[in-house]
């Protein structure tokens, strides 16, 4: 059995776990601070359609959920499907906001410590605006 290396990129944000989650969970609200998709984010029936350097991806989200779990799945023009886990997770009075990165094959060293340095970025973003 293939697994591929992963990391778990976090943030602590000092807000209420649920009013992270209602908002980070909102697929319209993830432009304004997940940089991968500043593009904006259409509707296209259950998913959602972004437009980017890799041409359109489709987005496909979990129902909204008591857990916040915002996972979803980009499935890119060639068929490619990246699974990507997405929580907040509560914290005291504040939450986690946890992402974790999966080193996808052929991925060198350098390229997946730029993903994760981008995931960290998008997380901060997230935890600013929260935290107004």
């Given at each position: ?106 991925m060198t060293d ?8 981008h995931v960290q ?12």
């Amino acid at each position: 059995m293939n697994t591929m290396p992963a990391r778990i990129v976090h943030i602590t944000i000092k807000r209420d776990w649920r009013d992270v989650y209602d908002f980070a969970g909102r697929p319209e609200n993830m432009p304004l601070w997940a940089s991968g998709l500043a593009s904006g984010l259409e509707p296209d029936g259950e998913d959602w359609i972004a437009h980017g350097p890799l041409g359109s991806v489709r987005v496909s989200f979990v129902p909204p959920n008591e857990f916040g779990v915002i996972d979803h799945t980009v499935t890119i023009e060639s068929g490619l499907r990246v699974y990507n886990a997405l929580r907040i997770v509560p914290n005291g009075d504040g939450c986690e906001a946890m992402f974790t990165l999966l080193r996808m094959p052929g991925m060198t060293d350098e390229q997946f410590a730029a993903d994760a340095a981008h995931v960290q970025k998008d997380l901060a973003a997230l935890k600013s605006m929260m935290e107004k």
